[in-house]
């Protein structure tokens, strides 16, 4: 592994990124979720960013990395600051997230190759070697530092994320000179004051088609914050229409069916001559429920239809929705579901738009090993799988977890299955593991199981009484 540079972020820069944190946030320092949010934390969270090529870490150290030597945000943070890197580092990055310094972005894990939630620094947070000097902060006298600063400047009504800053010292080309101009840190909104209103002159990314229209229209501040505020209720309300707040169900009794329960939970599975014990694995279950999970991918619709595997797609989509390539594909297809337009189940798996859960097993020694994984649903034959990394890696990191981008034609159509299959049987469900070391003798004993036992397949869009 490269040892990354950390290039030391100077004291200007990050007296701009503190600023944003007063802003958007709260002021520094102060303390959220047990965590004491400083100065320092902030630079050594953004110099851990900033020392990647891409400007992007994974939010959580997986198994898989450690054993190869890769760190993620968590781990680096730690190592850096001496902190508890699982806790800490997760609320330095919610508060950097909502400071507009950096987002949460879906990467790979160079490892598993599987997607998991990472951070990025956004290019305007970015330096280097080479870099010059930032536009400078200058605060003025003790009282007015105390005060909140102008409602429009605290959020960019086009980007929602970043915050306003006056520039001076600067003149914009083929813009009439003014004194000073307003631009965001995150999208690069460029405003310049007329009289007492502002006019938006230039938008460096255009995310969504609609603020084309923004272009060149001169509004009172008032008038920008509340757009701004208006724009940023309804991207909360769609986020937390995704996520359905439930508290798991207590299982009862499993239902095995044909398979012998023994005292300590394992079940008896019948194989040719011989019986195998298949050992009970507890399933512990996070306390929500994600729905239409698909509409919160951060690829944009152009980027998805140039893959081969939406190619019949892709002329309709092209001729049609030409404006729309540049947003968001998540965006896109929650308004054409919301308008009951079924061209968004063209993007999905069979299973993209099921409810999904968060489940893990606990860290025994068990969880380290390989072998066939059986999932009973009311006694029946749910699944059935091989499984050659580890059953820790199985379901805490592949099974446990779906991300937006598993939701489509081009994600993990399994894991959505399988996933939904437990969500909607969460009272219901047995899982089972039979530890084995050989690869070959773990497909053979799977397919052993399937062909003996028949799993009924699940019917997309139907619930467990189906699936069963």
């Known amino acids: 592994m490269v040892t990354p540079q950390f290039f030391p972020i100077t004291p200007d820069f990050l007296t701009l990124a503190c600023e944003a944190v ?88 160079r490892c598993t190759h599987t997607r ?75 405003y310049i004051p007329e009289k007492e209103n502002f006019r938006l002159v230039s938008i460096v990314t255009i995310r969504d088609p609609r603020w084309k229209q923004l272009l060149n229209s001169s509004r009172s501040p008032d008038a920008w914050a509340a757009l701004a505020q208006a724009n940023a209720s309804v991207h909360r309300q769609m986020v937390m229409a995704s996520v359905r707040k439930v508290v798991p169900k207590i299982a009862g009794e499993v239902n095995t069916g044909v398979f012998s329960k023994l005292k300590d939970g394992s ?88 409810e999904y ?4 097993i606990d860290e025994d020694e068990y969880s380290c090993q390989k072998g066939v994984i059986l999932i009973l649903v009311k006694g029946k034959v749910g699944y059935v799988s091989s499984c050659y990394t580890t059953f820790g890696t199985f379901f805490n990191d592949e099974l446990g977890r779906i991300i937006p981008d598993m939701c489509y034609r081009d994600g993990n159509e399994t894991a959505c299955r399988i996933n939904s299959l437990i969500c909607s049987s969460r009272d219901s469900v047995g899982v089972y593991v039979h530890a084995m070391t050989g690869d070959a003798a773990i497909d053979e004993l799977s397919r052993d199981i399937e062909s003996r036992y028949l799993p009924v397949p699940p019917v997309p869009g139907q619930g467990a009484d189906q699936r069963s």
């Open 22 to 109: 007063n802003r958007r946030v709260d002021q520094l320092p102060f303390l959220h979720k047990g965590v004491e949010i400083t100065r320092e934390r902030i630079g050594v969270a953004m110099e851990c960013l900033n020392a990647e090529a891409t400007h992007t870490l994974p939010l959580r150290t997986s198994p898989a990395m450690t054993k190869n030597m890769v760190e993620g945000f968590d781990r680096c943070f730690e190592l850096r600051f001496g902190a508890n890197g699982k806790i800490e580092a997760g609320v330095v990055a919610y508060v950097l997230i909502q400071s507009g310094i950096a987002e949460q972005v879906e990467v790979q894990d």
């Open 116 to 190: 998991t939630n990472g951070l990025r620094l956004l290019p305007a947070w970015s330096w280097h070697i080479a870099s010059g000097t930032p536009p400078e902060y200058h605060p003025t006298d003790s009282k007015q530092k105390t005060e909140l600063p102008a409602a429009w400047l605290a959020r960019c009504p086009v980007c929602k994320t970043g915050i306003l800053q006056k520039v001076t010292g600067k003149q914009l080309f083929g813009i009439r000179a003014t004194d000073y101009y307003i631009e965001c840190t995150h999208c690069g909104a460029k």
């Open 267 to 354: 079940i008896a599975v019948p194989t040719g001559e011989k019986t195998l014990f298949f050992r009970h694995v507890q399933l512990q279950f996070g306390r929500s429920i994600q729905v239409a999970l698909f509409t919160r991918s951060t690829r944009t619709l152009a980027d998805i239809i140039s893959l081969p595997v939406y190619s019949d797609i892709r002329p309709a989509i092209e001729r049609a929705y030409a404006p729309y390539l540049p947003g968001m594909v998540g965006a896109f297809l929650a308004e054409q579901k919301k308008h009951g337009e079924q061209l968004y189940s063209a993007f999905l798996n069979p299973y993209g738009d099921e």
């Open 357 to 360: 859960c968060t489940f893990r």
